[in-house]
């Protein structure tokens, strides 16, 4: 299992970014992909969830509204669009993932990828 994240940028606060994560290794459709995320000095929050065929997805609170999780099964890649940030979602992005079929929000995943800073700072 390969997971590689990309998109991540300094921003500034009200902004917009994308994030991707691109899977290899595993029959990408099947099994649910999670985002999760590190802030300077803090612990992992899980931050959203996404099932196989992109129909059902979850939030934590700290980002409902803001942000969009998605997949493109064809491209065996999931993105997290993130709109209105806040200084407070400055952290190290991880994509993540259990190969299950129900959505984890607790950030123990048995495989992630290397991460991707977003800084929302003027």
Partial sequence: VQLVESGGALVQPGGSLRL???ASGFFFRDYYMSWVRQAPGKGLEWVSCVAGD???TKYADSVKGRFTISRD???NTVYLQMNSLKSEDTALYYCA???SWGCRNKPDFRYWGQGTQVTVSS
Avoid: F, I, V
């Fill in 54 to 56: 992109g129909r059902n």
């Fill in 20 to 22: 991707s994560c691109a």
């Fill in 73 to 75: 099964n064809a491209e």
């Fill in 97 to 99: 993932t259990d190969l």
